[in-house]
């Protein structure tokens, strides 16, 4: 076979070392100083980290972290809702593999995925432990990893050979995953009811960003449509909505949804605080989500709706066949940074006394055991929440790869 | 021969105004209903809209302002004064935002590889995290924990201390002034406030990464021929990136900036985390001791707008100013 591939001259790593950080007199003096620099600062980290910093905070708040105040006796169901959706990770993992849309066939662990399984695993072995959890709990931990882990092999293994007409309904694994999940949260269906002011910590704001990252989109989508929409009444109504909101910072808003909701609203009908919040942060995503879409509608030319109609597609079937797919493809990266940041603005829910992750951490730091503590608690807090973005932006970023028709991963006609 | 009559949902003149009909209506109920409700709920809580109550004395005080104020004076003047406090962090924040992001946006295209993959980090750490994160961790991590009296962190005419900033500045008499230190306490022609600097390094660290990826953006958008060809005509590199790159690149740099200074503005918000009084924690305090939420929300909404107005107004003249002037 005959390679076609450039030949690539790879200089000694060392020699691009020295002209990338001693390039000229001013670059060696620069790199000199940042190195120092970066010496001093590492090494006070770790000494503090090692020594100073005390980690108790953490371990023995894990609980309050991790849930909130969800009472003890009903914990068993997010313990359930957690298992659930690992062995729902590992499926669609092992799937997304097992058909990696291309046709090219791939080991069963590609390199990749060998890392996440060990660091995945890694973590599982290592964080109950550091935060000294009881045996019980960490013996869960280790089964929930298990599980993931378990599933993402069978699916990649015997995956394909499920059948055609099966596959097709396995991402409404997810949806229905979120129903189960929210009934398993709040009770009712013959468990216990969980009232919402029971809810905190992590658990408060995955449900918090989940639950508007889910309705902000669609909501987001027809104000785009209707704000690119020839009908003025349609146009004006987005403009004067889209407008309003981004003009308003998210925390006077959050504000009105505290004080004035109350008043607007037939007494007995005021949702709970949470939920205020939930729509309100909701309704403050969506403005924001239009206008990331609404630069992908731009982005399809005039021809492509024109096309549509004249093969005689009614306006909102073209929209939903031609011109939305094409649009949202474009509008995919603004799109999730929204949601990363949408994620980011839960914890504006704490300034109005919800015990969110941040709430939480507050609260603790004002338990005088705990005093000036707030560094690891931070530190941790920030790290939680870099992940969680990162991953949604190295996401964004493998969907867009694999939804681009030119590059070389994406499905073949 | 009977020709065929259109059917009237096949009409392509009328469905349009029928659906504009309908939303139309739809949102007229809805409003209505929650007026109605509002009215409602207004008139039996005895809160119908007045703004009497802006002149009553306020009785609470704010620990720093730029106009003077004190507990006896109407609320419209707390108010004033919570402005204020909001558009010095924004000015401040606009000017330190800008300066950083334009540097660590160059320096993504140094010729030093230490620098660019720093200024890589520098961006993909903090926009991964909680502005307000970052202003919890600045205030109590490492303002309020900072030495206070002889401990201070002194550098050649700052004094970096629990209870403030100091920096030498002129006295009445015009003679240059560095910080003192008199019976344990810190004295300073200018002492900028722990609450006012932690509000301000977070947003201007926040803010500075959102701009460098504007700046690296903008300059990336420049065409590398236009180095070289500059370059290859005896510029050096600083004229080159002023001469030849800035201005092209100014032209995509400068609507990004506007969206970026429009929401550092409504991030200033966040300002009650770091106990710094800005025009929304006067709103806040206002509002729990009237009860008077509509007018409040009314001149807090307003006050937001107006701000966003200005700042987008200045940016457009600027926009005009860089854009290609064409025939």
């Known amino acids: 076979m005959a390679s076609t591939a450039p030949l690539v001259v790879r200089a000694n790593p060392l020699r691009r070392l020295q002209k990338e950080l001693f390039g000229s007199r001013l670059d060696g003096l620069i790199s000199i100083a940042l190195l120092a620099a970066l010496l001093a600062a590492g090494l006070g980290f770790?000494?503090?980290?090692?020594?100073?910093?005390?980690?108790?905070?953490?371990?023995?708040?894990?609980?309050?972290?991790?849930?909130?105040?969800?009472?003890?006796?009903?914990?068993?169901?997010?313990?359930?809702?957690?298992?659930?959706?690992?062995?729902?990770?590992?499926?669609?993992?092992?799937?997304?593999?097992?058909?990696?849309?291309?046709?090219?066939?791939?080991?069963?662990?590609?390199?990749?995925?060998?890392?996440?399984?060990?660091?995945?695993?890694?973590?599982?072995?290592?964080?109950?432990?550091?935060?000294?959890?009881?045996?019980?709990?960490?013996?869960?931990?280790?089964?929930?990893?298990?599980?993931?882990?378990?599933?993402?092999?069978?699916?990649?293994?015997?995956?394909?050979?499920?059948?055609?007409?099966?596959?097709?309904?396995?991402?409404?694994?997810?949806?229905?995953?979120?129903?189960?999940?929210?009934?398993?949260?709040?009770?009712?269906?013959?468990?216990?009811?969980?009232?919402?002011?029971?809810?905190?910590?992590?658990?408060?704001?995955?449900?918090?960003?989940?639950?508007?990252?889910?309705?902000?989109?669609?909501?987001?989508?027809?104000?785009?449509?209707?704000?690119?929409?020839?009908?003025?009444?349609?146009?004006?109504?987005?403009?004067?909505?889209?407008?309003?909101?981004?003009?308003?910072?998210?925390?006077?808003?959050?504000?009105?949804?505290?004080?004035?909701?109350?008043?607007?609203?037939?007494?007995?009908?005021?949702?709970?605080?949470?939920?205020?919040?939930?729509?309100?942060?909701?309704?403050?995503?969506?403005?924001?989500?239009?206008?990331?879409?609404?630069?992908?509608?731009?982005?399809?030319?005039?021809?492509?709706?024109?096309?549509?109609?004249?093969?005689?597609?009614?306006?909102?079937?073209?929209?939903?066949?031609?011109?939305?797919?094409?649009?949202?493809?474009?509008?995919?990266?603004?799109?999730?940074?929204?949601?990363?940041?949408?994620?980011?603005?839960?914890?504006?829910?704490?300034?109005?006394?919800?015990?969110?992750?941040?709430?939480?951490?507050?609260?603790?730091?004002?338990?005088?055991?705990?005093?000036?503590?707030?560094?690891?608690?931070?530190?941790?807090?920030?790290?939680?929440?870099?992940?969680?973005?990162?991953?949604?932006?190295?996401?964004?970023?493998?969907?867009?790869?694999?939804?681009?028709?030119?590059?070389?991963?994406?499905?073949?006609? | 021969m009977s020709s065929a009559v259109t059917p009237w949902w096949r009409n392509r003149r009328l469905i349009p105004w029928l659906l504009q009909a309908v939303v139309g209506l739809v949102v007229l109920v809805l409003v209505a209903f929650l007026l109605g409700n509002l009215v409602r709920n207004l008139t039996n809580a005895g809160l119908l809209l007045t703004w009497s109550w802006l002149g009553n004395p306020s009785g609470f005080e704010i620990s720093e302002t730029v106009i003077p104020f004190d507990a006896s004076m109407p609320y419209w003047r707390a108010l004033m004064a919570g402005l204020m406090n909001t558009l010095r962090v924004v000015l401040f924040g606009l000017f330190g935002a800008t300066l950083l992001g334009v540097a660590v946006g160059t320096a993504s295209f140094s010729s030093n590889g230490l620098l660019r993959l720093l200024s890589r980090i520098y961006v993909e750490l903090i926009r991964n995290i909680p502005l307000l994160l970052l202003l919890v961790f600045w205030y109590f991590v490492v303002f309020l924990s900072l030495p206070n009296g002889a401990a201070a962190l002194q550098m050649p005419g700052v004094v970096l201390a629990k209870s403030g900033l100091y920096l030498s500045w002129f006295d009445s008499a015009l003679q240059w002034q560095l910080p003192l230190l008199e019976n344990g306490v810190w004295q300073a022609p200018l002492r900028i406030s722990v609450e006012f600097a932690a509000l301000l390094s977070g947003l201007v660290i926040y803010s500075g990464a959102f701009i460098a990826e504007v700046v690296r953006g903008g300059i990336a958008s420049v065409p590398k021929g236009q180095w070289e060809a500059a370059t290859s005509l005896g510029f050096s590199p600083l004229l080159t990136l002023r001469r030849i790159v800035l201005p092209q690149a100014l032209r995509v740099i400068v609507p990004g900036l506007n969206s970026q200074y429009i929401s550092l503005a409504k991030s200033s918000s966040l300002a009650v985390a770091c106990g710094f009084t800005d025009l929304y924690s006067v709103a806040e305090t206002t509002l729990n001791q009237t009860g008077r939420a509509i007018e409040v929300m009314l001149i807090l909404l307003g006050s937001y707008l107006v701000i966003d107005l200005v700042i987008s107004a200045l940016m457009n003249g600027l926009n005009g100013l860089v854009q290609l002037r064409e025939r």
């Open chain 1, 46 to 413: 770790f000494r503090w980290a090692l020594f100073q910093a005390q980690w108790v905070v953490l371990s023995a708040n894990s609980t309050l972290f991790a849930v909130g105040r969800y009472p003890v006796d009903q914990q068993w169901r997010l313990w359930l809702l957690t298992s659930l959706l690992a062995l729902a990770t590992g499926l669609s993992w092992g799937l997304l593999r097992a058909f990696p849309g291309s046709g090219a066939v791939q080991p069963l662990w590609p390199r990749n995925d060998r890392w996440a399984a060990a660091i995945l695993a890694a973590l599982a072995l290592w964080r109950p432990m550091a935060l000294q959890l009881t045996l019980a709990i960490q013996l869960r931990w280790w089964g929930i990893a298990a599980l993931l882990l378990f599933a993402r092999w069978a699916s990649g293994r015997y995956g394909p050979a499920i059948p055609h007409a099966c596959r097709r309904l396995i991402p409404l694994l997810w949806p229905l995953l979120y129903l189960v999940g929210m009934v398993l949260i709040s009770g009712g269906l013959g468990l216990v009811q969980v009232p919402p002011s029971e809810w905190g910590g992590l658990l408060l704001t995955v449900l918090m960003a989940t639950f508007a990252i889910l309705l902000c989109f669609p909501l987001g989508v027809l104000l785009a449509l209707g704000r690119r929409s020839e009908l003025p009444l349609l146009r004006w109504g987005s403009v004067i909505y889209i407008e309003f909101i981004r003009g308003a910072p998210l925390i006077t808003l959050l504000f009105l949804g505290q004080n004035i909701l109350g008043f607007l609203l037939p007494g007995g009908l005021t949702p709970d605080r949470v939920w205020r919040a939930a729509w309100v942060l909701t309704f403050f995503a969506a403005a924001y989500v239009a206008e990331a879409v609404r630069s992908g509608l731009v982005a399809v030319p005039a021809g492509q709706l024109e096309a549509a109609r004249s093969l005689g597609l009614p306006v909102p079937l073209a929209l939903v066949h031609v011109v939305l797919p094409q649009a949202l493809r474009v509008a995919l990266p603004a799109t999730v940074g929204q949601f990363i940041s949408l994620l980011q603005d839960t914890t504006l829910l704490s300034l109005i006394g919800l015990l969110d992750l941040l709430g939480t951490a507050r609260t603790v730091m004002a338990n005088p055991m705990f005093l000036g503590k707030s560094a690891e608690v931070y530190l941790v807090l920030a790290i939680l929440f870099w992940s969680c973005c990162a991953a949604l932006g190295l996401g964004s970023r493998a969907l867009e790869t694999r939804l681009n028709p030119h590059s070389p991963s994406a499905p073949q006609a």
